[in-house]
């Protein structure tokens, strides 16, 4: 298993940005993906956006274009910029480790609350 500890939820205008972070423990796989998840009450779990450790990334429709996925140079750190957030952008995010040879790994969960 693989630790991952979460930063930044929070609560935002509409309009409004955020950033979030996720950092990784321990020695990563060589090949690997990191992301957000989200999880609207009443909804399923959603894919936000993921980037593997050689920059390639995905998107949920609804996402592209205002959120962008990073990591950091020693790839054990991914963020989430997040731009024009809308209310129903408002969920709880978890973030996401996964081994090419390997189970999922989850950070505990971020709120994030998009309100006037």
């Known amino acids: 298993q693989v630790p991952l500890v979460e930063s930044g939820g929070g609560l935002v205008q509409p309009g409004g940005s955020l950033r979030l972070s996720c950092t990784a423990s321990g020695n990563l796989h060589s090949v690997n993906t990191m992301g957000w998840y989200r999880q609207a009450p009443g909804q399923g779990r959603e894919m936000v956006a993921t980037?593997?450790?050689?920059?390639?990334?995905n998107y949920a429709d609804s996402v592209r274009g205002r959120f962008t996925v990073s990591r950091n140079d020693a790839g054990d750190t991914v963020y989430l910029q997040m731009n024009i957030l809308r209310p129903e952008d408002t969920a709880v995010y978890y973030c996401?480790?996964?081994?090419?040879?390997?189970?999922?790994?989850w950070g505990q969960g971020t709120q994030v609350t998009v309100s006037s």
């Open positions: 980037i593997t450790n050689y920059g390639t990334t």
């Open positions: 996401n480790y996964k081994p090419w040879t390997g189970a999922n790994n």
